[in-house]
């Protein structure tokens, strides 16, 4: 049964701290896409790449955030410095050109 | 532009009762919806599609959707519902023309279901 994973499934860190969240899509799915959800702003799209290359990370504030695919089995989501307003869960999903979009089980970062 | 509205933060329904969950969409070509459903500590499943076709979609668990055109809907439905089917649903719009893939997703659904 394959699936889109991430690790760390937690994190706790204090303001000012690089955290590093990252996720193995699902083998053979060439886009992958990185969420934020939060209880004030529900889910927002942060990021997403299609073969490795970035198409858009409008949604990502770009001054602490960086989104990489250093291979087609890895996506990692960085932020540096962190703040607690970063405290949220943290979903990759994947997908084939015209599919669903399949979610991982999210990181849930704090920051505090 | 494209876009999602749930037009309800919180449905309510008694075990047995069938249930409704709103979703209109906007999109600048031909629709491509989703709805996807978020059980606690969990990521979003993916429920049911609709790309062409019957307008009645049959999905996981028992839940169905039903796409108008006219009225730019897609209302997720069940039948019967079960205490198990309290979760935050979600519906998502592509569109079928857009070549990046992206989904806008609605701000959710929390559906309660009383025993």
């Known amino acids: 049964d394959a699936r889109v994973t991430q690790t760390p499934r937690h994190k706790v860190t204090e303001m000012g701290q690089e955290v590093t969240m990252r996720c193995q899509p699902i083998?053979?799915?060439?886009?992958v896409f990185w969420y934020r959800q939060t209880m004030m702003q529900g889910l927002e799209l942060l990021a997403y790449?299609?073969?490795?290359?970035?198409?858009?990370d409008s949604g990502m504030p770009k001054d602490r955030f960086s989104a990489e695919m250093p291979d087609a089995t890895l996506a990692t989501l960085k932020i540096q410095p962190s703040e607690p307003r970063d405290s949220a869960v943290y979903f990759c999903a994947s997908q084939t050109p015209g599919s669903e979009q399949y979610f991982g089980p999210g990181t849930r970062l704090t920051v505090t | 532009a494209q876009s999602v509205a749930q037009p309800e933060d919180q449905v309510n329904v008694a075990e047995g009762n069938p249930l409704t969950v709103k979703c209109t969409y906007s999109?600048?070509?031909?629709?491509?919806l989703f709805w996807y459903v978020q059980y606690p500590n969990r990521g979003l499943q993916f429920l049911l599609k609709?790309?062409?076709?019957?307008?009645l979609v049959k999905g996981s668990y028992g839940f169905e959707a039903e796409f108008n055109k006219s009225q730019t809907s897609f209302h997720l439905k069940k039948p019967s519902a079960l205490v198990s089917d309290s979760a935050l649903y979600f519906c998502a719009v592509r569109d079928l023309n857009d070549n990046f893939n992206k989904f806008y997703f609605g701000s959710g659904t929390k559906l309660n279901v009383k025993p």
């Open positions: 790449f299609r073969n490795r290359a970035p198409l858009d």
């Open positions: 083998l053979g799915h060439n886009t």
């Open positions: 999109v600048s070509g031909n629709p491509y």
């Open positions: 609709y790309i062409t076709g019957d307008n």
